[in-house]
């Protein structure tokens, strides 16, 4: 507009939509490309427009298409293991965070996710596998389960996802924090980027057999208050030492 002159509002409006359709094509032929690759090819065309916002998409730094198309080979070599359904792991593993691509409406990329799918009677089976990749249901199938490891794998594995450095120091103080309120518990220091914690307990108020317990009860307590991706592996350690000095000679 400023190389021609014509900087007009009737010019505006037509460089806008002018520029909406040629984003709108992009997202589809995009979307077109991420479905493929995943093995997907019938879906409604709005939908494929939806999964091509996955290019623009990051997750601690890690591209949601990148993310999507790797956890769908994962997931669909973990179904041909295990004889899961191979093709609705295939579709749960595409769509499993659409909801995060929904921009207009406000909740938790998974029930926007969900609410989306059943907008366009995406296959049930398919649905729930969304709706509990989180673990925020209960797993009902064996392909929820499949379609939970491939996106833990993707996510998790060393270099796939990164954060800023005050982020990530913050993260590790609140999980060591987490770790800390317990009673028992000496030191507590997490390491692996967040992705396992040791804590050392003072033996005369933790017994051997409260171990099992307090592991139990903080790896809870780290999934109800901590941020983090993949899993956490808390490990707990308790030693008693004794020692005795001989006379001088």
Excluded: W
Excluded at 49 to 75: C, D, P, V, W
Excluded at 113 to 138: C, F, M, Q, S, W
């Amino acid at each position: 507009m400023v190389k021609d002159g014509r900087i007009q509002p009737s010019r505006i409006e037509e460089v806008v939509a002018q520029t909406q359709k040629q984003l709108d094509q992009f997202l589809l032929e995009e979307g077109k490309r991420i479905s493929h690759s995943c093995g997907v090819y019938n879906l409604l065309l709005d939908l494929v427009t939806m999964i091509g916002r996955y290019r623009f998409r990051t997750s601690y730094g890690q591209n949601l298409a990148q993310h999507t198309i790797e956890e769908t080979k994962i997931g669909v070599e973990i179904a041909h293991e295990v004889g899961a359904d191979v093709e609705v792991v295939r579709l749960g593993c595409l769509l499993h965070d659409i909801g995060k691509v929904v921009t207009d409406e406000e909740g938790t990329h998974v029930k926007l996710g969900v609410d989306l799918l059943r907008k366009y009677n995406i296959d049930k089976r398919a649905v729930d596998t969304v709706a509990e990749h989180h673990e925020d249901k209960p797993f009902s199938s064996m392909e929820s389960i499949v379609v939970y490891v491939a996106d833990a794998i993707s996510g998790s594995r060393p270099g796939a996802r990164y954060e800023p450095h005050e982020d990530y120091v913050q993260r590790m103080e609140k999980i060591e924090e987490i770790a800390n309120s317990f009673n028992g518990i000496d030191q507590a220091f997490a390491f692996q980027a967040g992705r396992e914690v040791r804590v050392v307990v003072r033996p005369d108020e933790v017994s051997d057999d409260g171990l099992t317990v307090l592991v139990h009860d903080i790896a809870k307590k780290l999934e109800n208050e901590a941020q983090y991706a993949g899993q956490i592996k808390v490990t707990a350690i308790r030693q008693t030492q004794a020692s005795e000095t001989t006379k001088a000679k």
